[in-house]
């Protein structure tokens, strides 16, 4: 939840949704799992009072914005495509005059799979069927140490000719 009651004007550009005037904003952030490919940002006016608009950026540090990704002055809630491992800021406002309090909702859609459980998405992970979550990688063949088959020795391709469990590099 939050308010934009004691907000004042930081001296921010306004959003490219919002050119006109002053604009009394506060500002949240939020980062990212590495493996989500997407967020739902919802907004919802809880005291009956303007309808609150709302801007993403990425760059954003103390107090001063970055690039704007989105900008939404007519609906409370968007579906957005974002990076991994990134943080994000949303900036709330009303126009002056119309200040009140809201609750925000960021809800992430993460890349399908991981089924070792280790906190990484398929796409990010180096040993998929086992848990590694340092994602160790000795020989830096790509391969993580708990399923590379010659640990010591770069064995992208995980040959083992005669199948003993042990590569053939």
Do not use: H, K, M
């Not at 930081?10 to 967020?39: A, L, R």
């Not at 009303?94 to 809201?102: A, I, K, L, W």
């Not at 459980?117 to 590694?132: E, F, Q, R, V, Y």
């Amino acid at each position: 939840s939050g308010t934009t009651l004691p907000s004042t004007a930081e001296g921010n550009p306004n959003p490219t949704c919002d050119p006109f005037g002053v604009i009394n904003d506060v500002w949240y952030t939020f980062t990212t799992n590495p493996c989500t490919q997407e967020v739902g940002i919802t907004l919802t006016d809880t005291d009956a009072g303007a309808t609150p608009e709302w801007a993403v950026y990425t760059g954003y540090v103390c107090g001063v914005g970055g690039t704007q990704v989105a900008c939404n002055s007519f609906s409370l809630s968007q579906l957005l495509s974002v990076a991994g491992s990134t943080t994000y800021a949303i900036r709330v406002w009303n126009n002056p005059g119309s200040e009140g309090t809201f609750d925000i909702c960021v809800d992430e859609t993460i890349l399908s799979g991981d089924p070792d459980g280790d906190g990484l998405c398929d796409a990010l992970d180096n040993c998929d069927s086992t848990p590694n979550p340092g994602q160790e990688d000795g020989d830096s063949d790509g391969v993580g140490d708990v399923c590379d088959n010659c640990p010591s020795t770069a064995n992208a391709s995980q040959t083992d000719g005669d199948r003993d469990g042990v590569g053939d590099a």
